[in-house]
Every structure is written in C-alpha cells, then in structure tokens.
C-alpha cells in the first residue's frame, strides 16, 4: 500500500536538475508531493489529482498519471533551498481514508 | 488555532513507563492522521480518525499502542509499557474531512520520543 519512491537519494549542484518518481500498485485518486528539512514537520507542496495533470510552481513541478498509477516530481535549476527529504503521499479515493507516504528521497543540492 | 499543535516536544521515558503523545489538529478539520517517523525513515501511517471514530487502525505497531478523539478535536496517541524501539518522532496531521480528498494535510512539528 505504501508508494514507492526513488531514488533514495541525489546530490546536485546548485542549477542541475532532478526528477523524483512515486509509483503505487494501488489505483490512485490523488497523489501529494511534501518537503520535510531535518527537523522541520513535512510542508505541502502539491496535489494533483486524477486527469493526469501537470501542476508547478516557481521551477517545481510534477504530473501525475493514473494509468500508471505514477507521479514525478521535477525540479529544474536546483537551489540550495530544495535541500531536504521529499515524500509522495497517495490517497486510494477522494475520502482519503487511507494516506501513505512513500520512504522519501533525500536531496542535497550543494554550491 | 492558526496551526497543528503537538505536545510534548519532545519526551524522555523510562522503558516499561507509559505516555501520551497529544495533537490538537487545525480548527473544523475533521480528519487526523498519526505518523511514526523514525531516525531518518520515511513516514509510517499509524492511524487514522473522521471525526471520533478510526475506520483504520491497521497501522497501529501492536497492542501497546492505542489512540482516541475526543469531541472531533484534541487525540491522544498513548503508548503502554514502552520499549527502546518506540523511540522515533510522531508527527500529527489534519485535514478538513470526507470528500476532501484533493485538499493538503497540515502537519504538527511532532513529539520526539526518546526511550531509555
């Protein structure tokens, strides 16, 4: 039930990019993307929903394909404030009743 | 209040001793989520509340382990005879309720658990 993240890990260098990819074997009606920094709560970035969009702000975005039951979360130009430990959280219907988080992957993008 | 409030922030115990984790979720959210976090893990869903009632407790480690709401609001997360692997940082998070599911879960700033 728990989503499938990877990597588990990436290095960048300020202004590379990474993608981030979160996958389940349940169907899915939403998929949610946090950014947790060591010793912070996990803090909101997205939803995206059923209908296979594509949602981003500032250089973060990430599309979400429910055939596939697969998300990616893309983030272009790396700054040093995209540092951090990034889950993807999956919901099986619109009653959220059920909402696991993938094991996360670690970013660290240096100078 | 403006935000998920947990207490405490942090707890020390003695193994076998009991606590009880608390989480007062976002005004008129009526769902809530417990989350186990251990030292560099990912989040471990615990359980799960709409309103009083938990239609999930599938997370819940073992028996030690209960949690109830009072008034659709305040939960008590509260861990019975305690052991070294319970150590970790549970993290509360509320959302406002059924039907909502495309709306964001806000999370508390959790309540480090150290057993020793």
């Known amino acids: 039930q728990q989503p499938v993240q990877s990597p588990q890990a990436v290095i960048l260098r300020e202004g590379e990019d990474a993608v981030i990819n979160c996958s389940s074997s349940?169907?899915?009606?939403?998929v949610h993307w946090y950014r947790q920094k060591h010793g912070e709560a996990p803090v909101f970035l997205m939803i995206l929903l059923k209908g296979g969009e594509q949602k981003g702000h500032d250089k973060i975005s990430a599309s979400f394909n429910e055939k596939k039951q697969q998300s990616s979360l893309y983030l272009t130009a790396s700054q040093l404030s995209y540092s951090g430990t990034y889950f993807c959280?999956?919901?099986?219907?619109?009653?959220?009743?059920?909402?696991?988080f993938g094991s996360g992957t670690k970013l660290n993008v240096k100078p | 209040g403006a935000g998920v409030s947990q207490s405490p922030s942090n707890k020390v115990t003695e193994k076998g001793k009991d606590v009880e984790l608390r989480c007062d979720p976002i005004s008129g959210h009526t769902a809530l989520y417990w989350y186990r976090q251990s030292l560099g893990q990912g989040l471990e869903f615990l359980i799960y509340f709409q309103g009083n009632s938990a239609p999930d407790k599938s997370g819940l480690p073992s028996d030690r382990f209960s949690a109830e709401r009072t008034g659709g609001s305040v939960s008590t997360l509260t861990i019975q005879r305690t052991q070294q692997e319970d150590s970790a940082v549970y993290l509360c998070?509320?959302?406002?309720?059924?039907?909502?599911?495309?709306?964001?879960?806000?999370f508390g700033q959790g309540t480090r658990l150290t057993v020793v």
């Open positions: 998070a509320s959302r406002p309720g059924v039907g909502t599911g495309g709306t964001e879960a806000f």
């Open positions: 349940k169907a899915l009606y939403s």
């Open positions: 959280g999956t919901a099986g219907g619109c009653n959220f009743n059920k909402f696991y």
